[in-house]
């Protein structure tokens, strides 16, 4: 979470407070309280840009979202009315089938026309939801009356025959509407014609469905194809266990004693001898003329705070009375008196050796020099 501006500039003011204090107590000189200063400052200015600059980044791109979806809208509606003019073009070539049309197809091809019509306009579903009794309900009169296909529109249609209809000369029949429609015949008493005519009927009844069919894009006898339902796939279990093969035991993790394999951390034994050997580093630097032992030679500079310790001859480092065998136990336990949250450090690298000369050395440095420790 990004602190607000207040909180940021009370955060600058404490850490300003806390290098004037540090100055007055004499633990910075006037220069390096500027740099500090400076560097304190610049690091709030920076933080304070990078915020500007998040905060133009979520705006440009809230913005451009803002865009792509008035975009997507606009392609939405257009589709939208591309598909309403398609549909209303399909159910006035149904209306003039059904008005002019029955003369060419047989009566299954004039139900299957209409059932196209119940469809498309939504009909259908309350027609066959509706109660087969003997006087028709509310919801089944209302779509009765709507299966009359709007006498008003079809009376507005030109009386006219279709093509095939101005060939033949046949004039035009009357509106048929879905209470007229006779039942359809069984194959007993349907009657039989002639072979050609019947092909010939047929041929015009499928170039009539055909353009039907075209004007709307649908498929046979102008019924608009349902799209197929997709197998949605289970959700893995989230409880089902995870292959996993544990991680072997070290039975020998101890320091090379018999009594370290039935311990994890070791016997008090390897552990004197490790503490030992870390104290055998600092006294190896000192034998090689490297470091010397006195008081206030070890120093541990961190956040302003300027720590010094003694280093005795056996190698240990001396602090307020306690020992210390290596030099990041004692940089870690300094460093958490002025933040106590730290975790870990690397003494080689903060604690550096005062020389009499004022001289400051990394220990780092020293043990690189060391031509006997690796």
């Known amino acids: 979470m990004v602190p607000d501006q207040p909180e940021r500039e009370g955060r600058l003011h404490d850490q300003l407070l806390e290098l004037e204090s540090v100055r007055s107590a004499g633990l910075l000189t006037a220069a390096e309280h500027k740099s500090k200063r400076e560097a304190v400052i610049s690091r709030w200015e920076e933080s304070l840009r990078q915020r500007e600059e998040s905060e133009a980044r979520i705006l440009r791109q ?21 598909n309403k003019a398609k549909t209303q073009q399909l159910l006035h070539a149904l209306r003039a089938t059904v008005k002019h049309g029955s003369d060419l197809l047989s009566t299954k091809q004039m139900e299957g026309v209409r059932q196209a019509y119940l469809e498309l306009t939504g009909l259908g579903s309350a027609v066959a939801a509706s109660r087969p009794s003997g006087e028709p309900s509310g919801t089944r009169r209302r779509a009765e009356d709507a299966l009359d296909i709007d006498r008003e529109t079809l009376g507005s249609l030109p009386d006219q025959p279709l093509d095939d209809l101005e060939d033949s000369g046949a004039p035009a029949p009357a509106p048929v509407t879905p209470d007229e429609v006779p039942p359809a015949p069984t194959e007993e008493e349907e009657p039989q014609e002639p072979e050609e005519k019947a092909r010939r009927r047929e041929w015009e009844a499928a170039k009539g469905i055909a353009a039907v069919a075209g004007v709307g894009g649908t ?45 994890k951390s070791g016997c008090a034994t390897c552990k004197a001898r490790k503490s030992a050997a870390r104290g055998l580093m600092l006294q190896a ?24 310790g003694d280093l005795t001859p056996s190698g240990s480092i001396c602090y307020e009375g306690k020992l210390w065998e290596s030099p990041s136990p004692w940089s870690l336990h300094v460093k958490r008196r002025v933040f106590p949250g730290k975790m870990a450090d690397d003494g080689w690298d903060s604690v550096f050796y005062v020389t009499e000369d004022g001289e400051k050395t990394n220990l780092h440095q020293l043990r690189s020099r060391s031509q006997s420790i690796c």
Not at 62 to 82: F, H, K, N, P, Y
Not at 285 to 308: A, I, N, S, T
């Open 62 to 82: 809230r913005e451009e979202s803002q865009a792509r979806i008035l975009r997507q809208r606009e392609v939405i509606e257009t589709t939208l009315a591309e």
């Open 285 to 308: 630097l000192m034998k090689e003329g490297l470091m010397e032992p006195g008081q206030e030679v070890l120093r541990v500079e961190y956040r302003g705070h300027v720590f010094l």
């Open 219 to 263: 498929g046979a006898a102008g019924i608009v194809p349902k799209r197929p339902r997709r197998e949605r796939k289970a959700p893995p279990n989230p409880y089902v266990p995870v292959d996993f093969r544990p991680e072997p035991k070290c039975h020998n993790s101890g320091l090379g004693c018999s009594r370290c394999r039935f311990s």
